[in-house]
């Protein structure tokens, strides 16, 4: 019985070891991930909201033509307002997701 519950416990050793390392796995998987998706955050912040926000002021700014109509193709303002409103609402989801839990458990 001695030598059955010695194997026993080694095999629950070993069991006990390779679970320690797919641990240890999943959690440098999961602090990569976090490091890119802020990295994805503030690019999505800083460069592209920047860029339509950009080109949207552009956009509204553009001279009409003398009979006031605007030079520029049907339906671009309103792409670009949708674009927008798109980047704006992916970094919004992009913070609320970065946020850590309440502590009662609910919502954030």
């Known amino acids: 019985k001695r030598r059955e519950a010695e194997r026993e416990l080694a095999a629950a050793r070993r069991t006990a070891e390779e679970l320690r390392r797919k641990v240890e796995a999943l959690k440098n998987c999961c ?39 605007s030079q520029l193709p049907p339906g671009l303002s309103d792409r670009l307002q949708a674009l927008k409103k798109l980047v704006d609402a992916s970094v919004y989801a992009m913070r609320a997701d970065d946020q850590p839990p309440a502590a009662d458990g609910g919502d954030r």
């Not at 990569?32 to 509204?60: C, F, N, P, S």
Request: proline letters at 3%.
């Open 31 to 69: 602090a990569l991930d976090k490091k890119e998706r802020v990295a994805l955050r503030t690019i999505m912040e800083v460069k592209i909201k920047g860029l339509v926000d950009a080109v949207l002021a552009a956009v509204v700014a553009a001279p009409a033509d003398q009979d006031g109509a």
